[in-house]
């Protein structure tokens, strides 16, 4: 059978040609993909010749690009385009896939060149890129285990394989549980806006419902009916549908998933030396340690926490003209009560300036201010989606990168929004282009309607552009520290500093009435900017409980027993959530920390990057402009095009002249300020 993936790829800039792309060809690719590589790591491990950075680290960097390929792709069209038949493929790649990886790092004679080029790494002659470069790849095999003895090699292989089946086992089971839909009467959708009207109906229609209107339990179906359903029934409904996703009691439950998973990480941290997978996930970051994230998500836990226990007495007050005590599926519908009576802002309003097409054109207005790149519609190049559309990324008269965007949800797409890319920046064999994937979950718009955002999800496509440039930007030599590469509780700092520019005037000033043409009204941008304040005791609880409650599950010791609802429990009664707030995720559907490992011990991450976005920012106030060129520099150099070539506390130093200070981040939530200098994070 002839297979895309073993072809040279003659299309528009070698992009993946999705046309003729079919599941059947993953298998297929990943297995030759896998054998080929083991080939060439036996001889590079093998070779007679001592060590040189040339014939280890640069032939590593070179090893496995069929299997950068087949997994690069997989990886997005299991997220965003997935079906019974991918599914299956995932589930048994998965463990094959890590099995390879663990095998690499715990090959010891492979590990012997790296520590001899560590120990001599002074003497070689390296420029600091390529240094560094030598001093990540020691790292990372230390970290996976390759000063282990035998038979504890043999055991962490054993965790690492079971851990990435267990992944993709939360994984689907969460998917199952937002299969369900729910259909919706004309008086059951009472009080919703015509946006979320027109989209209730879509997905009535959609599912073949017999009924006029339906949700789903996706995050962005479940938002308007809590936020605008006046029939309480309904809220609490969809509400508990929502929160108890992968905790049903039926055959998706991931209770056991999580037990055993949290065990297996504490395992496995011990083996390599650790107290707590916290301890040995936050040895490689900025924080260093689980006590520096800790005191971080405390020093906002309790300003937020005094905040929303205000907003809930006003909340209740005005509740109680319905009659009733206030619960969580309450909250939100009053706070929008609230934020009208406060502020006399109705995020609806806005939304006829925010069309997705304008929002999309004021970010990449927004990178042509600041690092001077342009954006060019291609129409000959293949998508998996027909929704998916792809832009040439233009600087200094050269193509950087291509950018794909695919905005709109679908039952085959999970949910969230994400930045990935198919084929990352990098220089070794001559210059390779990143190919850069934005995903999205907006309602899509009836036939022929725009697609009208709200100021969240306007945010959101900011956000992830601010990923998209991280690596679009990507202006380094090797593969292993290219773009996004970097720590975790770095990589959110150029998608959340990319928020920022949003409410600034030259790129409000783009966002006109899709019907009129008009600007929004000044008036209506008063009342935003003092509504952005609103809701923020909410806001900081949801966040912060999730991220104390998973570095709780992450800080219990090996052989410690565990039970998901108990530690979530007693998590929340110690740090006193308020009975009327849920969790933003609760573990049975967290899949930050549990469909794989990306944020397990890291969703503190994103405060911490938060820090750093706020303050960053401020350099650009400081300078009474937004886009000030000088600043603007030193944002590229050190932050977007650097990607992992630098210590990431030195890199940040570089780009903001000092250390970050906590108070931005206060003060952006309109919380009070600390002592000043008495709380620098970084270490
Ligand atoms: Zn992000």
Redesign the pocket.
Known sequence: MSNPFFETWSTPFGTPPFDSIKTAHFRPAYLKALTGHQAEIDSIAGNAEAPSFDNTVVALEHAGQLLRRVEMIFGQLSSANTNDEMQAVEREMSPLVTRHWTGIYLNPKLFARIDDLYRRRTSLGLDPESLRVLERYHLDFVRTGAKLTDAQRERFAAIMERLSVLGTTFSQNVLADEQQVFALTESEVAGLPDFALASAAETARDRKLNAPFAATVSRSSVEPILHFASDRIVREKIWRAFVNRGHNGNAQDNRQVIAEMVALRAELASLLGYDSYAAYKLDDSMAKTPAAAQKLMEDVWAPGQQRAEEDRDALQQLMDADGGMLEAWDWRYYSEKLRKARYDFDENELKPYFELDKVIDAAFFTAGRLFGVSFRLLDDVEVYHPDVRVWAVEREGKTIGLFYGDFFARPSKRSGAW?TSFRDQQKLGGEVLPLVVNTCNFNKPPEGEPALLSLDEARTVF??FG?GLHGLLSNVTYPRISGTSVVRDF??LP??IYEHWLETPPVLARLTHYKTGAPIPPALLERMKAARKANKGFETVEFVSSAILDMAFHSLPAGAPVESDAVEQQTLERIGMPREIALRHASAHFGHLFSGDGYAAGYYSYLWSEVLDADGFTAFEEAGDPFDPATAERLYTYVYSGGGSRDFAEAYRLFRGRDPDINGLLAKRGFAALTPGADSVAS
């Open positions: 930045m956000h992830e990923h990589v959110e998608s959340q």
